[in-house]
C-alpha cells in the first residue's frame, strides 16, 4: 500500500513569494489533514478535509494561507506571500474509517525556508 | 480545547536501559484516543503505541508501554531495552473523533 505523498520535500523562498504544497493521501482515505511544526514543537493542525468539504480551518491564517482539495483525493496549501514565521515542515496525513479512524497516517512533509 | 503537555524537552538513555517520558493533557472530553509518535530526523512521523480511553488495561507493544492514568489526566510512554534506532523526537498526541492535537515533543537519545 502506497502512503501519503508530499511534493516538494524542500523549498527555499524569500519574503512575500509564494508557495505551494501538494499532498496525495492514501487511496480511499476520506480525511485529509495539513499540520504546521515549527522547530522545536509539535504538528499544529492548520486545515482538516473530509471528503472535499472543510471540517476545521480555525487556525490557518486565513489572510495568506488557502487550501483546496477538489474531487476529494489530493490536495493543495498554499502560502501568499510568505513570511519570516512560516519556515516550517509542512505535515500532511489522511485517516480513514475503515482504517480505524481514530489512526492518521502521515507523508515526509514539506520543509520549507523562508529567506 | 484539548492541551498536551510534554514536560521532558530532552531525555536521555544508555542502551539496553529503560526509560519513561511524561505526558499530561487536558480535556472534558470522557471518550478519546491518545497517542505516542515517534519522529526521527526523516521528519515520517511513525506510530509508536495506541490507547483507548475507554479502556482500562494499558496498551502494549513489544518494548514500548504506556501508563495510562486517566484519572490523573496523564499518559506515559515506557521504553524498556533501549536501542540506538529508538533516538528520535517523540510526541504524545489526543485526539477526540478525529481532531488530534499534539504536545510539544521530547528529544531522546540513546547512548551506546
Known amino acids: 500500500e502506497a502512503g501519503v505523498a508530499q511534493s516538494p520535500r524542500y523549498k527555499i523562498i524569500e519574503k512575500r513569494q509564494s508557495v505551494a504544497f501538494w499532498c496525495n493521501p492514501i487511496s480511499g482515505h476520506a480525511t485529509l489533514y495539513w499540520y504546521q511544526q515549527i522547530l522545536g514543537q509539535g504538528p499544529k493542525l492548520l486545515i482538516q478535509?473530509?471528503?472535499?468539504?472543510?471540517?476545521?480551518d480555525s487556525q490557518l491564517p486565513k489572510d495568506r494561507f488557502s487550501a483546496e482539495r477538489l474531487k476529494g483525493v489530493d490536495s493543495t496549501l498554499k502560502i501568499q506571500p510568505a513570511k519570516l514565521e512560516d519556515s516550517a515542515v509542512y505535515l500532511c496525513?489522511?485517516?480513514?474509517?475503515?482504517?480505524?479512524?481514530?489512526?492518521?497516517?502521515f507523508g515526509s512533509g514539506t520543509q520549507l525556508s523562508v529567506l | 480545547a484539548q492541551t498536551v503537555t510534554q514536560s521532558q524537552p530532552e531525555m536521555s538513555v544508555q542502551e539496553a536501559e529503560t526509560v519513561t517520558l511524561s505526558c499530561t493533557y487536558d480535556t472534558s472530553e470522557n471518550n478519546y484516543y491518545l497517542f505516542w509518535y515517534k519522529q526521527p530526523p526523516s521528519r515520517q512521523m511513525i506510530l509508536v503505541i495506541r490507547q483507548e480511553a475507554y479502556k482500562q488495561q494499558n496498551a502494549t507493544e513489544n518494548r514500548f508501554s504506556v501508563n495510562f492514568q486517566k484519572a490523573a489526566k496523564s499518559f506515559s510512554l515506557k521504553i524498556s531495552d533501549s536501542q540506538l534506532g529508538d533516538t528520535a523526537m517523540y510526541f504524545c498526541a489526543f485526539m477526540k473523533v478525529d481532531d488530534m492535537r499534539f504536545g510539544a515533543g521530547t528529544r531522546l537519545t540513546v547512548k551506546p
Open positions: 478535509f473530509q471528503n472535499n468539504g472543510v471540517v476545521d
Open positions: 496525513a489522511s485517516s480513514s474509517p475503515g482504517q480505524g479512524h481514530e489512526k492518521l497516517f
